[in-house]
Every structure is written in C-alpha cells, then in structure tokens.
C-alpha cells in the first residue's frame, strides 16, 4: 500500500513508526521506519467504506 487518499492526520510514535488518517479511504495506515509501504492498521481497503475500528 504506497497511496493515500486525502490524508487527514499524522503521529509519529517513538520506535518512529508513522500513522496517517487517510480519511476518504476511511483507515489509518502506518509506515515503520525504513518501510517503502505501508499497512492498514485500521478501516477499510475500498473509498467509502464504512469502518468499525475508526471512530
């Protein structure tokens, strides 16, 4: 997973691992350090999906 779609928001925990909302996938997907992909973490895989895990 290398694309998002209207990102919304980012952390950064302290292992360096990054979070980003991406908000009209409706999931969260992170990025371990030195990752070239990510991996949702939470929500769905498809636009519009309604998800459980996001709040």
């Known amino acids: ?3 998002l779609y209207h990102p919304n928001g ?3 925990d ?3 691992t990054v ?3 991406d908000r009209l ?4 997907v992170q ?3 030195n ?9 769905e895989t498809g636009l519009w999906n309604r998800i459980s895990q996001v709040g």
Do not use: S
């Not at 990752?35 to 939470?42: F, L, R």
């Open 31 to 33: 990025w371990k350090a």
């Open 10 to 12: 980012l952390f950064v």
């Open 14 to 16: 302290d292992e360096q």
């Open 25 to 28: 996938n409706n999931r969260i």
């Open 35 to 43: 990752a070239t992909t990510g991996e949702i973490v939470a929500g």
């Open 19 to 21: 979070y980003v909302a």
């Open 1 to 3: 997973m290398n694309q």
